[in-house]
């Protein structure tokens, strides 16, 4: 990496997965593009829902009532620049155990940060509906959603009864998915944008629609 430009922190890119079953292809898939994510040097973590004793989203706004694991879940998240989300296709949407995680936490977690979207599916049409429903989510928590992302159809054809993945495209899009979270997170934060957020911030309102004469 160019270190030109080198961010102030060190980058951190997580991966939370939206299935909780034990075999989760979305979990496989996952592994791999925090794998590309490390090929840049950065840390990794990958967020297994089933590690946290999660409740749901009710709609508090002290968030620091709820179990300590929804905090710990936020922290992990919040202390990253970069967030990979899986999701399996699950009636044509996101799965709930993701948009539960997601519903408990804000824009603290998500506001400025680059995200990618992986979406899994055992049908042929992928999970486009998913990856859609994500992707709007993440708008709607002033994240940066990468225009890459990658939906794999027919998942039990993609990987073998080990795990291991027999689709040498589907793994390079998944790590190019990883790397280009990695690297969009370190320019975010490499000290001249950092700047240049700050000017733009407080840049004047834009003239547009004055007339000239
Ligand atoms: C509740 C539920 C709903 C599902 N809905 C769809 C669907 O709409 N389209 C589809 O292609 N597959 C659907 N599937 C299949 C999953 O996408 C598929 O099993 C996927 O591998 C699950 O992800 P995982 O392996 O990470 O657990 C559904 C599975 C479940 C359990």
Known sequence: M?????????????????????TSYTRMALQVALS?????????????????RLVFCDGRSDYETYPDDVSRLRAEVKSAQGIL????????????????ALDLMSFDEFEGKMVGLIGISAGAMGAINALNALRTVGRSLH??????????????????????????????RL????????RFAYLHSAKQAQEFLRLWEQAPANPGGQTHT
């Open 2 to 22: 160019d270190q030109t430009q080198a961010p102030d922190r060190a980058i951190r890119v997580v991966g939370v997965c939206g299935s909780l079953r034990s």
């Open 36 to 52: 590309g994510a490390q090929e840049l040097g950065v840390q990794t973590q990958l967020i297994d829902l089933r590690d946290y």
């Open 85 to 100: 989300l899986g999701t399996p296709e699950y009636h044509g949407s996101v799965s709930g155990v993701l948009k539960n």
């Open 143 to 172: 994240a940066w959603v990468v225009p890459e992302q990658v939906a794999v159809a027919e998942v039990w054809k993609v990987f073998d009864a080990a795990g291991n993945l027999q689709d040498q495209k589907i793994e390079q």
């Open 175 to 182: 790590l190019e998915l990883g790397r280009q979270v990695a």
